[in-house]
């Protein structure tokens, strides 16, 4: 395969991943709305009561329940975090974090988007009852981002897109790290040993192609001990993802030659509508092709595609119902002025742009990277605006940085507005600096 047709290949996966993640944003944004007007309705009672009630198995006198919201929060979200990882991995062995000239730009850029925002916030907590919430301006919401980037279709270049997508992407490799290392409160080491073991074993058993559902039973023992070792359970989803193979197993041309070859064998026997039914030796011919056609498909790459949907069209909406319905009664504007709602604010909507253009801008003077062709760094401003939607992965830390209440609803407050506010600087930007065609 030339090197244009691996370019064509990857570009027309590219394009179908930008597509699925801007067509699912309008859904997250429909159910996010959704979930505000049920929190702020007369029925307000029955959206929290819901998001409460425990459900579980039970055998013997042992239980284990859990709300709805922990299953979502804790069990959907890892398939969340498992297609998370299987994107990085993906860009880190043939996308665009797959080599240090590659990843030089968006890699520089998702630092600065992280270190800056974080700081404007701790500059803002420091000692404060909020300061535990660092870590939330740093996330992106790919969603979101690429969502708004798409509505300017083809005027938007299609390096800008690449950018915006690995940035993200390395982005969300931090927040996962900021995830599994500062927001885990307790470590049961034993808990952790047996996960480990899990995990190597999972290896073992896709590399020899064991049954599915003996694979299926160890990565739900990797989530069970990763659940009960006090490191967030969906932290399980990316460890996962990285002993998933992202290359097939056999080399296309082997794989083409001997495909050529069966199909030749079965043009020289007689073939009918029947014929796999009374022929054995037609029968084994066709399990052989199905059989090399697996080897010849990247596991990764499948297990990507197939889940993709179910994580845009069923997962973040359910996630965006059970957290993003924020009760806003009172002084409204008190709150926004609160230093932890402040905090969150200029991070995503000042620091995200400062960092991303601050340290892209050095990656580029410094000869690490380069900008994309027909990218100029207004183009790259605006992107960093786009980058300060945070949403799904800012929720998600939120819940984790505190256990008041009263500080969750403050920060996802001031989640939803730096989001409006980063989404509509952002397309004004782009409008204004991308030709029309």
Known sequence: MSADQRKSGFRGYFEWFVHSEATGSMLLLACTVVALLWANSPWAATYFDLLHTYVGVSWGDATFKLSLHHWINDGLMVIFFFVVGLEIKRELVVGELSSIDKAGLPVAAAIGGMIVPAALFISLNWGGVGSRGWGIPMATDIAFALGILALFGSRAPIGLKVFLTALAIADDLGAVAVIAIFYTESINVLSLVVAAILLAVLFVAIQARWRRGLIYMLILGIWLAVFSSGVHATVAGILVAMVIP?????????FMDETEARIEQMRQQERDALCLLS??????????????????????????????????WLILPLFALANAGVAIGGDLLAVLRNPLALGVIFGLVVGKPLGIGLLSWLAVRSGRGALPQGVAWTHVFGAGCLAGVGFTMSLFISDLAFNDEALIATAKIGILAASLVSGILGFIILARSLPDN
């Open 246 to 254: 992202v290359r097939p197993r056999v080399d296309p041309h082997l």
């Open 279 to 312: 022929n054995r030796e037609q029968l084994n011919i066709v399990e052989r092709i199905h059989s090399g056609a697996e080897m010849a498909l990247p596991t990764g790459l499948v297990l990507e595609r197939h889940l993709h949907p179910i994580q845009v």
